[in-house]
């Protein structure tokens, strides 16, 4: 795991011996925002991740309302929209 912050969650780790991609934030400035930017930059990651190594990659959304700020690890829907599936609900956030 390279993203140290995702270590004190040791929840997360389904196995320690897979290669995850993790999705962990994108910020869009707010001049840019509702423009479709974060879905593109998620679909690239995906196409990019998709050629490697990785056994799957997986994102964090927050669980409860944001402000669009607040959505920096991207909405629940987004990922969604681009088939991602909730795998676990956290105090916090989803694992999808």
Do not use: T
């Amino acid at each position: 795991m390279n993203f140290q912050r995702l270590i004190k969650y040791y929840d997360l780790v389904d196995n320690k011996h897979d290669r995850v991609c993790s999705v962990v934030c994108s910020l869009i400035s707010p001049d840019f925002r509702r423009r479709g930017i974060a879905k593109q930059l998620l679909g690239q990651i995906c196409s990019d991740y998709a050629s490697r190594d990785y056994h799957y990659i997986e994102a964090y959304p927050g669980n409860w309302e944001f402000s669009c700020e607040g959505h920096f690890k991207g909405p629940l829907n987004l990922y969604e929209m681009s088939g991602f599936k909730i795998e676990r609900k956290l105090e916090d956030f989803y694992k999808i």
